[in-house]
């Protein structure tokens, strides 16, 4: 067995206590509609998610992003934001945000907000200006207005499509109008390239630009640590607007940067000016891309150093459990991060995708899983998911750079699959005339505690019985995955967690810096991904179907699963099992 050259950037142990705190970050993803509903009506809120910050410190994680709070009509469960120096009254208010930052903060735990400057909501006022606008105003500059195609403006002004399926474009009545539109007729179209209650906002719009900057030093100011970008990948439009035409699945990007609404080159000049921003804050605030690119190198042109911070490594979610695809990600992303000297980030779930126990319990006969699209009709073993998402756990926690856990990940939450039709809310539902369910499934209340619905989720301090239902109902199948049936367990997810999170705090090998491969030449290690990072730690990640001898004089620190034993003393790592050494 030999060890391929290490990679660039080896941390040394002083390197280590200077290393900025987002380089090495485990963070926690709240989707707080569903996390925890502290006043009972059945919707997660801020009184919630004050009262479980204990649980989050003591899990170990670092630092805590939270979906969009603001206040929204909930056409895309917050992604239509009304008002962004505001907190949704569902969720409480601007003072329990502020109570609830320094409580973080108190524990360890560093608040990360989501920033969605692509489109806002159809009820923000400048979108209510703008309808009640004439075409060519100030107001509707602000957006994105064309009139359409056809005889008389009947057609949307190109072909592209929502990401949540149908036209990217409606149609206004004219309050005002003008000659070519004549108010009370139907007039200009918006464009909107998700639901038709999030208008794209025009990033071309100096006012639109410092309002977007105002909004980031608004929460700044509040001690927040960092922003979320959403669709980092969008704000800029091709400026003729030209037809997506033949093109297949025309909201993956190219890339190359010359796609008309996706990862444009232009972008980056906007994150150049937020990186300005959040580097004239002390301590510097930090950002994390959202953004779908074609490939790690373009996804690495976000990270630069003048740029943002850290990206979700999407690619590295929807690689299938085998361990070529995992392998050639790993290496993929490495290079690309190293070339800009950005830290990795390793993601296995979100509140948009196929949670990754129903992912990899499905046959891995193809290289991408990322969502329903992807798992239809296909049949479940939900015990080899679970099994398999618990090693990609370990894997993910022992890569070089940050990561990030979905809620519910930390229990082995599996996708529900099967919510009554009448209570799905995602857009995608609707808008696909329901040829798709959308992503409720992987947003569905978490459960605490107790062997029925609301599992602990609607728990008020003075003791009251809750007065709604859980937002998205609960199936009866979480009974026995509850955090309070799991605390102590040690065969529990959640203590696998808890385990791995704070041997990732003691171990200097982990966290930021470098790995190596290992390698054998005499193929003992195929369906293998082993690697050594230092000082003295090593990962071995068994995706081959046999058991697999790991080599003598190394100590387990923590395996994904049980280990087996040959009668001469050897230890086996058995199939879909991940496991901690140290040599
Ligand atoms: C991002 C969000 C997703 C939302 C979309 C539109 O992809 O993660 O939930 O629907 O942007 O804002």
Not at 95 to 124: C, F, K, T, W, Y
Not at 371 to 399: F, I, N, T, Y
Not at 421 to 433: A, H, I, M, N, V
Not at 462 to 475: H, K, R, S, V, Y
């Amino acid at each position: 067995m030999t060890l391929t050259a290490p990679a660039t950037g080896a941390a040394s142990a002083a390197s280590r206590l200077a290393t900025p705190w987002w380089r090495e970050a485990v963070v926690y993803q709240v989707y707080i509609r569903s996390f925890a509903d502290g006043d009972g009506d059945g919707t997660g809120d801020l009184a919630g998610l004050r009262a479980r910050l204990p649980y989050l410190a003591s899990l170990g994680v670092d630092a805590l992003w939270i979906n969009p709070w603001y206040p929204s009509p909930m056409a895309d469960s917050g992604y239509d934001v009304a008002d962004y120096r505001g907190i949704e009254p569902l969720f409480g208010d601007l003072d329990q945000a502020s109570v609830m930052i320094a409580e973080a903060h108190e524990l360890g735990l560093r608040i990360i907000l989501d920033l969605v400057p692509n489109h806002l909501s159809d009820e923000h006022a400048w979108f209510q200006a703008a309808l009640a606008s004439a075409p060519g105003s100030p107001e509707r500059a602000r957006f994105i207005f064309r009139g359409g195609r056809g005889e008389s403006g009947e057609l949307p002004p190109n072909d592209w499509t929502s990401h949540f399926g149908g036209p990217a474009w409606t149609r206004v009545v004219e309050a005002v109008g003008d000659e070519e539109h004549p108010a009370g007729q139907p007039g200009q179209w918006y464009l909107h390239l998700f639901n038709s209650k999030q208008p794209d906002v025009n990033w071309t719009s100096d006012e639109v630009r410092a309002e977007f900057d105002e909004v980031l030093r608004f929460w700044f100011d509040r001690g927040v640590d960092g922003f979320r970008i959403d669709v980092a990948h969008g704000l800029i439009k091709h400026p003729d607007f030209p037809d997506l035409g033949e093109r297949e699945r025309p909201h993956i990007p190219f890339g190359s940067g010359d796609h008309p609404f996706l990862d444009r080159d232009e972008v980056h000049e906007v994150y150049r000016g937020w990186r300005a921003i959040a580097d004239s804050y002390d301590p510097p605030r930090v950002f994390v891309a959202e953004a779908w690119t074609g490939d790690a190198v373009r996804l690495g042109m976000y990270l630069r150093p003048d740029e943002l911070h850290t990206a979700f490594n999407f690619d590295f979610l929807v690689s299938a459990w085998r361990e070529g695809e995992l392998r050639s990600v790993i290496d993929a992303t490495l290079a690309a991060h190293a070339a800009v000297g950005a830290p990795p980030t390793w993601v296995l779930s979100n509140h948009d995708v196929y949670r990754e126990v129903s992912r990899y319990a499905r046959e891995q006969d193809r290289p991408q899983v990322r969502d329903e699209a992807d798992v239809k009709g296909r049949p479940a073993d939900l015990e080899l998911g679970l099994r398999r998402a618990r090693a990609a756990a370990l894997l993910m926690l022992a890569l070089p750079g940050g990561a990030y856990v979905y809620q519910g990940a930390e229990l082995g939450l599996p996708e529900v699959e099967d919510l009554p039709e009448e209570s799905l809310q995602d857009p995608t539902w609707f808008q696909s005339g329901g040829q798709l369910r959308g992503r409720d499934g992987c947003r569905v209340p978490l459960p605490w505690s107790g062997s029925q619905p609301p599992f602990g989720f609607s728990e008020r301090a003075d003791g009251a019985a809750p007065t709604g239902e859980p937002w998205l109902p609960q199936p009866a199948s979480f009974a026995g995955l509850t955090v309070a049936d799991q605390d102590g367990d040690p065969t529990s997810t959640l203590e696998l967690y808890r385990s791995a999170l704070a041997l990732r705090h003691s171990l200097e090998a982990l966290g930021d810096g470098s790995m190596s491969w290992v390698q054998a030449a005499d193929g003992s290690l195929d369906g293998v991904l082993a690697f050594t990072r230092e000082p003295g730690f090593a990962c071995w990640v068994n995706l081959s179907p046999q058991p697999v001898e790991l080599p003598d004089g190394v100590e387990v620190l923590l395996s994904s699963g049980d280990l087996d034993e040959t009668a001469d003393g050897a230890v086996l790592l058995p199939s879909d099992t991940t496991v901690w050494l140290r040599r």
